[in-house]
């Protein structure tokens, strides 16, 4: 019985941690594009975009990852 809560709160934990990971992924490929963008010019911040859809793509993956894991664990 001393196992169910431990378990139940380790899950909530890394539920609760989803979004702080995600805003920091989107956020490093958004200002990875940033700087592409300003060390090579181009019109339409192409560098910008690309790198922020790759990264919402990226903390996607990872969140789906880890609910998988989860449900794994139950």
Known sequence: M???PK?????WLALISIPT???IVIF???YLGQW???KY???GNWYTKTCTIIGVFL???NVIRQ????NKDE
Not at 7 to 11: F, I, R, T
Not at 67 to 70: E, K
């Open 28 to 30: 490093l490929f958004a």
């Open 67 to 70: 609910v998988n894991q989860i």
């Open 21 to 23: 990971q995600m805003g």
């Open 36 to 38: 592409l963008d300003e």
């Open 59 to 61: 903390s996607l993956y």
């Open 2 to 4: 001393q196992k169910q």
């Open 7 to 11: 378990k139940q709160l380790n899950k």
């Open 41 to 43: 010019t181009n019109s």
